[in-house]
């Protein structure tokens, strides 16, 4: 199912970027901010009200010393509080243990999982398995408590205020040192095992020859009512999930890993994953009442970083996802900000679908556009939607940065697109329902992107009903954010205090 395409007369098919406005979102941002926005285009919506939350990499290097991967950067949080027409900058890095420790050292300490290394080669590395918390994915207020999240350790919790770190978060006892909570939970808008009330899910993963799943479900005050483990066969490299009101879901990427040239010091344990094109890939269905029997379903070989949604129809697990042909990784010897765009793999858009009673899948390409970074209406998580919303390259062809937001309709198989090109490079859409909206597509979609004409970044305000119509807002920061990772939205004011 191929999309018909609307998009604006002033979209081409032309490449639409230059590399070295690319690389400029690639610089650090060193500085923290809190200030009035006072520089926008258009009117902010007077219904949309609350905190905008973004987290990614603010440090690319360490006292100029460039780390390998943005994968490694030290997590800063944005924040854009919004009210009454009003909004409201602020950021900060997550005070981590390692942050802390490199910033007192002026030098780089640890060891990254996706490329950096201790300088001193691999004399200084070898046997170092010191891999700290950088706290740079994700962020989301749930229980009343504002996470940074990071898939290999414990969440870090902050003052949705201030954004002053707090320390580790154990979600309330649930977590002993040493414990995952991963970076990508989803909302259930209506848990049937809760009554239909929200609840968060989300996951960790030891992986190893075998690797260990666990499932965490937390009510809205922030109390994990449902926790159980499942070891699966193999390695697993698991970075996102998809639910439905049944299942857990997981793709278990065909990599292998050969941990030796990380234990000697020569690579990061991300250097040291290889995709088998050969081998299958394995959906893994975890039953989310933790008592029934795990599925493990094959498919075809392909790379998945992020799920855009699953639902469940007629006896059959639909999973939208963005799949890759290889893992898209940096070369070792290489430097991320000079990649070459048409050498790696890009991310389209595939529709599986799961028969439950046969155990066999059949697959779709439903978008072949590059893109990243799906979103749609917070109320149609797990259940069948009509709306997805992408970060997608400029072109209709070929692999390229982020530089616009498409709009799938499932239903009538059109499709719309705002584009930020030439010089303006977007990231994940955030979608906010319009309070009191009964459309799928009735709402706000919030996204930061990168101007590369006045190095700085722009929180733009699209209407989700019509891209086409152009930003309803352009909010001008007064400085740039390095291009960011995962953020959220929640209807809670957290501007400044008094």
């Keep these: 199912m191929q999309l018909q395409n609307r998009q604006p007369q002033n979209i081409s098919s032309n490449k639409s970027y230059s590399r070295q406005d690319w690389q400029k ?6 500085r923290e ?66 942050y802390l420790a490199e910033k007192k050292a002026g030098k780089i300490l640890y060891r990254g999982v996706f490329g950096t290394q201790k300088p001193g080669g691999w004399l200084a590395n070898i046997f170092n398995f010191n891999i700290k918390n950088i706290a740079n994915t994700n962020v989301i207020y749930w229980g009343n408590k504002l996470l940074a999240l990071w898939e290999a350790a414990q969440p870090h919790r902050l003052d949705p205020h201030t954004l002053e770190t707090l320390g580790l978060d154990t979600i309330q006892g649930t977590l002993n040192p040493g414990d995952a909570f991963a970076a990508h939970p989803r909302i259930d808008p209506h848990s049937q095992q809760d009554g239909g009330a929200p609840c968060l899910v989300n996951f960790a993963v030891k992986p190893g020859p075998s ?34 009101p049944n299942y857990c879901i997981f793709f278990q990427n065909p990599v292998r890993f050969n941990p030796l040239p990380f234990l000697l010091g020569w690579r990061s344990p991300g250097q040291c994953i290889d995709f088998n094109p050969h081998e299958k890939t394995q959906i893994i269905l975890i039953p989310r009442d933790g008592k029934s029997a795990v599925k493990i379903i094959e498919t075809e070989p392909c790379f998945v970083f992020h799920h855009a949604n699953a639902w469940e129809e007629n006896g059959d697990i639909l999973i939208d996802s963005v799949c890759y042909d290889s893992f898209p990784s940096v ?10 765009f048409d050498t790696v793999p890009a991310g389209q858009l595939w529709r599986f679908q ?16 590059c893109c990243e970074f799906p979103c749609l209406h917070p109320e149609q998580v797990g259940r069948p939607y009509r709306y997805l919303y992408i970060g997608t390259a400029h072109a209709t062809e070929g692999n390229a940065p982020l530089q616009a937001v498409l709009k799938l309709d499932f239903q009538t198989q059109t499709q719309q697109i705002w584009s930020a090109a030439p010089r303006g490079f977007t990231g994940e859409p955030v979608f906010v329902p319009r309070p009191g909206g009964t459309r ?27 891209l ?25 004011w957290f501007g400044p205090k008094g």
């Design 354 to 369: 799961v028969n439950l009673e046969t155990e066999t899948v059949q697959h779709q390409v439903i978008e072949t556009r």
């Design 331 to 340: 070369d070792p010897d290489g430097d991320f900000r000079e990649v070459d």
């Design 468 to 492: 086409t119509r152009g930003p309803t807002a352009r909010l001008h920061l007064k400085h740039h954010v390095p291009y960011g990772l995962h953020g959220s939205f929640t209807p809670e």
């Design 211 to 244: 690797s260990t799943i666990t499932i965490y479900e937390l009510n809205p005050t922030g109390e994990v009512v449902r926790q159980h483990s499942h070891i699966i066969p193999g390695f697993a490299f698991l970075h996102d999930m998809a639910i439905t």
């Design 33 to 98: 901010f809190d200030y009035w926005i006072e520089d926008i285009e258009g009117e902010i919506p007077p219904e949309l009200q609350g905190t905008f939350f973004k987290n990614g990499p603010g440090l690319l290097d360490i006292n100029g010393e460039s780390i390998h991967h943005p994968f490694d950067g030290d997590g800063m949080i944005s924040k854009i509080a919004i009210n009454q027409g009003r909004a409201h900058f602020s950021n900060r890095f997550v005070q981590t243990e390692g």
């Design 440 to 466: 799928e597509d009735d709402g706000w979609l919030l996204v930061l992107i990168y101007d590369a004409a006045h190095h700085r970044s722009d929180l733009v305000i699209l209407d989700a009903e019509d």
């Design 25 to 30: 979102g690639y610089e650090s941002q060193p």
